[in-house]
């Protein structure tokens, strides 16, 4: 069973400070992760993806990959209210993408 | 907007009714998607489609069954559903299955209730 394990939350962080949300998963030969945000009663939105080792940078989102700990986090910086949502992390493994069942986020004015 | 379609987006439905669930892409993809999302769970693959094949089919229910005529459309039969396949489906798309790397983009989903 390949899982991907999320901190359901709810992740309380106040306006203007750094979210972060992690993420581990247990298929060691993941190429490629990604984070979606989903508001609630709509669908997944893609915000990030990242392939590599590292630090990749989008704006105020910032997604750190670690294969060897097998670790993924996404940093939401200068966090807004309208970042509250839930992010899903999700691992790809073959042509299927494996989901957490996602942290919730809450930003609190 | 995704580029991705989904009608309709509420149905109702009892338990002997059929009804279908469609999706269309508007992102010239080769790939097409069906998830469910059931409270509390994660989002579960029920099935791939690759250039109209059915490439992945994770243990659904027969009462599920899916179609893709061309690489634009995805359907999804239901018939004799239970209460506990109420949930909200959602269909994806992507360039290409094959690829590691191509990003699945996802409609804003069926909220479908079985009676």
């Known amino acids: 069973q390949k899982e991907v394990e999320q901190n359901s939350g709810p992740l309380s962080v106040p306006e203007g400070a750094i979210a972060s949300l992690n993420c581990t998963y247990s298929?060691?030969?993941?190429?490629?992760f990604f984070w979606y945000r989903q508001y609630s009663g709509k669908s997944p939105e893609l915000i990030m993806f990242?392939?590599?080792?590292g630090d990749k940078e989008d704006g105020r989102f910032t997604a750190q990959l670690n294969k060897a700990s097998q670790y993924v986090s996404l940093l939401i910086r200068d966090s807004q209210p309208s970042d509250s949502a839930t992010y899903l992390c999700?691992?790809?493994?073959?042509?299927?993408?494996?989901f957490g069942k996602g942290t919730s986020l809450l930003v609190t004015p | 907007e995704t580029g991705v379609t989904q009608t309709p987006r509420h149905l109702v439905m009892g338990m002997t009714n059929k009804k279908s669930l469609k999706c269309e892409q508007h992102?010239?993809?080769?790939?097409m998607y069906w998830y469910k999302q059931s409270a509390k769970k994660p989002l579960e693959l029920m099935f791939v489609y690759s250039l109209e094949e059915r490439v992945e089919n994770n243990s659904v229910p027969s009462r599920f069954s899916p179609e893709c005529p061309n690489s634009s459309h995805l359907f999804l039969h239901l018939h004799t559903l239970q209460p506990e396949d109420s949930a909200l489906y959602l269909c994806a798309s992507s360039q290409d299955r094959g690829s590691s790397y191509n990003e699945q983009f996802f409609g804003p989903g069926t909220r479908l209730t079985v009676l």
């Open positions: 990242i392939y590599s080792n």
């Open positions: 999700a691992v790809r493994s073959g042509y299927a993408l494996n």
């Open positions: 992102l010239g993809h080769n790939a």
């Open positions: 298929d060691r030969g993941s190429q490629s």
